[in-house]
């Protein structure tokens, strides 16, 4: 399955989009983690993404486009992916029709994750993340860790992204609103989008967005 997650920064797309892609047993491509990893491997990509990212700012089209073009071009990705935070403009979504056409593939759904300003800043604001393995993602009050500041998963150190604080937070809001809203009218033209409620627990969400593709969560209640 090839699948696109979209929603607000705070949506929950990357605690969603592990568990999707683990239960679909495709690849997670979230542009975001790639750029923090250039950035923890301080190569030339990640030192100019990083001035963008602090500011909330998108990286630029042709850095963006390339490094996801690098990465659906590996053989991995033959049996589906799930790409989180990518396209967030146009120009990035007609970039991705023309990879897919290149390949004679198409996108099986995009899942546009909703959720009100209001409780997007609120998320953001208790987001922890842990500094050994970015998909390890906590929050102090809807998702605590066990031992307060440690990965409950293996250990590491729990951090606030750089971008997370508030002032960030806003400017990733406009930005959105303004360039990656359009994306989703660009899928919707192609009877792609289904709108899912980002609000409740986690599990609530995986449930709607499985069911959204006709998928069942019933393997993964233990
Ligand atoms: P995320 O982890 O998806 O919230 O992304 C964190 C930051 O990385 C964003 O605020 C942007 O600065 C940058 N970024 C991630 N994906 C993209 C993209 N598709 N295009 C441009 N910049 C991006």
């Given at each position: 399955m090839r699948i696109l997650l979209i929603g607000p920064p705070g949506a929950g797309k990357g605690t969603q989009a592990v568990r999707l892609a683990e239960h679909l047993s495709i690849q997670h491509i979230?542009?975001?983690?790639?750029?923090?990893?250039?950035?923890?491997?301080?190569?030339q990509l990640g030192r100019n993404a990083r001035a963008r990212i602090r500011v909330g700012r998108l990286v630029p089209d042709e850095v963006t486009i390339g490094?996801?073009?690098?990465?659906?071009?590996?053989?991995?990705?033959?049996?589906?992916?799930?790409?989180?935070?990518?396209?967030?403009?146009?120009?990035?979504a007609e970039a991705l029709d023309g990879i897919l056409a290149d390949s004679q593939s198409q996108l099986d759904a995009v899942l546009d994750l909703e959720l009100p300003e209001a409780e997007v800043v609120r998320r953001?604001?208790?987001r922890?993340?842990?500094?050994?393995?970015?998909?390890?993602?906590?929050h102090v009050d809807f998702d605590p860790p066990q031992v307060a500041g440690a990965c409950d998963v293996c250990g590491g150190e729990l951090h606030q992204r750089d971008d997370d604080r508030e002032a960030t937070v806003r400017k990733r809001l406009e930005v959105y609103r303004s360039e990656t809203a359009p994306v989703v009218d660009h899928y919707q033209a192609q009877g792609l989008v289904t709108a899912i409620s980002a609000l409740g627990q986690v599990q609530e969400?995986?449930?709607?967005?499985?069911?959204?593709?006709?998928?069942?969560r019933g393997e993964l209640r233990a």
């Open positions: 979230s542009t975001g983690d790639l750029f923090r990893e250039h950035i923890a491997r301080d190569t490094v996801v073009t690098e990465r659906l071009a590996r053989p991995d990705t033959e049996p589906g992916f799930l790409l989180d935070g990518f396209p967030r403009n146009l120009a990035q953001i604001a208790g922890r993340v842990c500094r050994q393995e970015q998909a390890h993602i906590f969400v995986l449930d709607r967005a499985l069911a959204a593709i006709g998928q069942d």
